[in-house]
């Protein structure tokens, strides 16, 4: 059984940064790739990023490419999102997410954190 525990989520302004951490523990049972969603009320939960095992493979939505960086630990446990030009479009529930594969469909992932509120303000 894996458990994400996100944090890092808070108010920032419209321009500012942020960065989220997601702690994972127990057996990951393959399910190494790590990813962020996020999900805002009346919405679907969308990708944002996610990262492989070996921390080189990334992949990012279109929308917070270029402001988004998706990182983890030497050990794996720990994938962070750093958050930079913040946008009010970027406030949201950000949730953390496990998959054995590097994929962008939030139905390949069967891990999930709690979420973290991120809010841009304008």
């Known amino acids: 059984q894996v458990q994400l525990v996100e944090s890092g989520g808070g108010l920032v302004q419209t321009g500012g940064s942020l960065r989220l951490s997601c702690a994972a523990s127990?057996?990951?049972?393959?399910?190494?790739?790590m990813a962020w969603f996020r999900q805002t009320a009346g919405k679907e939960r969308e990708f944002v990023a996610c990262?492989?095992?070996?921390?080189?493979?990334?992949l990012y939505a279109d929308s917070v490419k270029g402001r988004f960086t998706i990182s983890r630990d030497n050990a794996g446990n720990t994938v962070y999102l750093q958050m930079n030009t913040l946008k009010p479009e970027d406030t949201a529930v950000y949730y953390c997410?496990?998959?054995?594969?590097?994929?962008?469909?939030?139905?390949?992932?069967?891990?999930w954190g709690q979420g973290t509120q991120v809010t841009v303000s304008s």
């Open positions: 997410a496990a998959a054995a594969v590097v994929s962008r469909t939030k139905v390949d992932y069967d891990y």
């Open positions: 127990g057996r990951t049972f393959s399910r190494d790739t």
């Open positions: 990262i492989g095992r070996n921390g080189w493979t990334t």
